[in-house]
């Protein structure tokens, strides 16, 4: 007999298909899930990733809660089975003379050893509801590994992105200054030619300076990601530093991927897994708070020899024991046994509501990253043509003005259109590249089970 609800697990209808479309081709298939940021084609993302998954201290949290929940579920099963105590004990012992007593002053000693022998049997299966939902425990545990494990991926390969796009920028600002530079020489020889007044030569310095002040604040940008890596990483930044290197260019995976279907993230994703476990852990301390309502059935027994003298102590003569069933019912207790049931109850009831949020926020995340995907590649088509429009409008202005055909006003603001369309540009790519390793997140991460780096 099992007292309390069976589990049911729970289904919730997802969506057939994904509301914004933004990975053609979809197929169920899992595979481009797997060590999805090699799709990057970058070595030094692998290497941050592996280091992540050996030094991050989150995950080593993880880790921990995990091994408590195995221990605690070992104990849940040791309930079901017999206990044997052993005791012994040696004492000597002298009363008093003043007593009155005819053995006033006798010394005496008492020898023990012996054991003792209990089990309590689960007539009405509160045990086995008590081991039911420690396994739960175990699994919601597994999976939050799991899920922090998602997430810690996912963040170093977003945050290295944003180092690399940080790179990028630096790389366009000092190109898009040497270019002002040769515009500056220009301005400078027209002016001692007595063509031009000292005014564009002011006004190109201006500008330099302004262009080069972006560097300081692009280092800085720079700097506080690396503090956030560092942490992920479970390092110094000085460390982190030589990790990641210096290098423009912005890692972009393959366009391709097999999204799957809405359905699929009940099945793949780590944190809703964890939820629905949480609702079954829940449901089965129904039971066991339901077991206080029944009598509880004991067997127990005790064996021992006693002498008061040592040499005695192992002489069958010296053999004490006793045996029997007996059992202990809760009659009163002013309603705290159904008001532990109800919590239990409500309890579920809250677990339930949570995995639906779970859910709902998982299906919601998915949608709104492809979202991200979908007008962040418009997005990036338009800035590509703006940045060779402006590059091909800055080679002919500085050649008019240099023919004397042009004011350098026309100069200066082809250069700043410029040095915002690069910028704009590369912001857009770290934004899509970056969008693509939260859509890998939002969609379960990558295989199933940790990689063999993860030591459970």
Do not use: C
Request: aromatic share 6%; no cysteine.
């Amino acid at each position: 007999m099992m007292i309390g609800p069976d589990y049911v697990e729970p289904t919730l209808a997802a969506p057939d298909a994904w509301h914004d479309a933004a990975m053609s081709g979809q197929s169920s298939k899992r595979d481009a899930l797997r060590q999805w940021w090699e799709s990057y084609g970058d070595t030094t993302l692998n290497s941050l990733i592996a280091t992540a998954e050996e030094s991050n201290r989150n995950l080593a949290v993880a880790r921990e809660r995990l091994v408590q929940a195995r221990a605690s579920r070992q104990i849940s099963q040791s309930l079901l089975f017999p206990f044997v105590d052993g005791s012994g004990s040696a004492t000597r012992a002298r009363s008093s003379e003043n007593v009155g007593l005819p053995s006033g002053g006798t010394t005496m000693e008492n020898w023990l050893a012996g054991f003792d022998v209990g089990w309590e049997v689960d007539v009405w299966g509160s045990g086995s509801r008590l081991v039911e939902a420690s396994k739960a425990n175990v699994a919601s545990a597994d999976e939050l590994l799991r899920d922090v494990l998602v997430s810690v991926r996912a963040e170093v390969a977003v945050t290295y992105l944003e180092i690399r796009t940080i790179d990028e920028q630096i790389a366009i600002t000092q190109r898009n200054l040497k270019t002002q530079q040769e515009s500056l020489g220009i301005a400078n020889k027209r002016f001692d030619a007595g063509l031009v007044t000292e005014i564009d030569v002011e006004q190109a310095k201006a500008n330099n300076a302004n262009t080069a002040a972006l560097l300081p604040r692009f280092r800085q940008q720079r700097a506080a990601a690396i503090s956030r890596l560092a942490v992920l990483l479970g390092k110094f930044p000085d460390e982190t530093v030589n990790l990641v290197g210096y290098r423009s260019g912005i890692p972009m995976p393959s366009k391709t991927l097999s999204a799957g279907l809405p359905a699929d993230l009940l099945r793949i994703r780590p944190d809703v897994r964890a939820a629905e476990r949480q609702v079954a852990a829940a449901n089965a301390q129904i039971g066991v708070a339901k077991g206080d309502l029944f009598p509880r059935f004991t067997l127990g027994g005790t064996f021992a020899l006693q002498a008061l003298d040592s040499g005695d102590l192992l002489n069958s003569a010296s053999r004490s024991y006793g045996f029997g069933p007996a059992f202990r019912w809760n009659l009163f207790n002013a309603g705290r046994v159904r008001s532990q049931i109800r919590i239990e109850e409500s309890r579920t009831r809250e677990a339930y509501s949570n995995y639906e949020n779970t859910v709902l926020s998982a299906v919601a995340e998915v949608e709104s990253t492809m979202a991200d995907i979908s007008e962040e590649r418009k997005r990036l088509a338009l800035l590509n043509d703006a940045v060779t429009s402006a590059r091909k409008s800055r080679e002919l202005i500085t050649k008019n003005y240099s023919d004397g055909l042009l004011p350098f006003q026309n100069v200066l603001d082809s250069e700043r259109v410029v040095l915002q369309s690069e910028g704009d540009r590369a912001e857009s790519r770290g934004r899509l590249a970056a969008a693509y390793s939260r859509l890998y997140k939002a969609l379960g991460g990558s295989a199933p089970r940790p990689s063999k780096s993860i030591k459970l």
